[in-house]
Antibody, heavy 123, light 105 residues
Framework: EVQLVESGGGLVQPGRSLRLSCAAS????????MHWVRQAPGKGLEWVSG????????GYADSVKGRFTISRDNAKNSLYLQMNSLRAEDTALYYC????????????????WGQGTMVTVSS | DIQMTQSPSSLSASVGDRVTITCRAS??????LNWYQQKPGKAPKLLIY???SLQSGVPSRFSGSGSGTDFTLTISSLQPEDFATYYC???????FGPGTKVDIK
């Protein structure tokens, strides 16, 4: 069964850091680009970051650029999101999502999603 | 940045109705447009990719059309399980529309 399982969310104070993980199974992880997408409570979807199959191409939304870092470990079938200098507006459910293509860029879509991990930034 | 708009923001419809949702991009995105369905408490589901290609396993009552800046998602005969929020996503530079909530009339 194709599956993505996120972990690492929780309650964190503004300015602090958090690292999210996504464990993939049921498909050849290193054949595909991967992404993080978030959804604030009661709001719409926001793409956060994407990474190509070999980490050669990476992109970020302007709202997180310079604060968040995406990475992957193909040997461990895992995707990560290091989130630094967290703000209240980063509060959201963070989804890990698989891209049907190997590269990140034009044409990216999200064909498999995890169930998300909640990040709450509050003092 | 490419801005995406959707209309309407919400609609009420009955089972069996034909439903059309529109998505508009602030600049041409060719056919780089995907559609997703999200039900409460669930992750989104890919319905249509590249503007008009039906994702595997998605019922044929869903269809997509358009290119350039104007796109539509059509549900030919609304079913009870189709009540949800629908998002378009431009994959030219990656970004979502604000969503259209479809609920029961």
């Amino acid at each position: 069964e194709v599956q993505l399982v996120e972990s690492g969310g929780g309650l964190v104070q503004p300015g602090r850091s958090l690292r999210l993980s996504c464990a993939a199974s049921g498909f050849t992880f290193d054949d595909y680009a991967m992404h993080w997408v978030r959804q604030a409570p009661g709001k719409g979807l926001e793409w956060v970051s994407g990474i190509s199959w070999n980490s050669g191409s990476i992109g970020y939304a302007d709202s997180v650029k310079g604060r968040f870092t995406i990475s992957r470990d193909n040997a461990k079938n895992s995707l990560y999101l290091q989130m630094n200098s967290l703000r209240a507006e980063d509060t959201a459910l963070y989804y890990c999502a698989k891209d049907p293509q190997y590269y990140y860029g034009s044409g990216s879509a999200f064909d498999i999603w995890g169930q998300g991990t909640m990040v709450t930034v509050s003092s | 940045d490419i801005q995406m708009t959707q209309s309407p923001s919400s609609l009420s419809a009955s089972v069996g109705d034909r439903v059309t949702i529109t998505c508009r991009a602030s600049q041409s995105i060719s056919s780089y447009l995907n559609w997703y369905q999200q039900k409460p408490g669930k992750a989104p589901k890919l319905l249509i990719y590249a503007a008009s290609s039906l994702q595997s396993g998605v019922p044929s009552r869903f269809s997509g059309s358009g290119s350039g800046t104007d796109f539509t998602l059509t549900i030919s005969s609304l079913q009870p399980e189709d009540f949800a929020t629908y998002y378009c996503q431009q994959s030219y530079s990656t970004g979502f529309g604000p969503g259209t909530k479809v609920d029961i009339k």
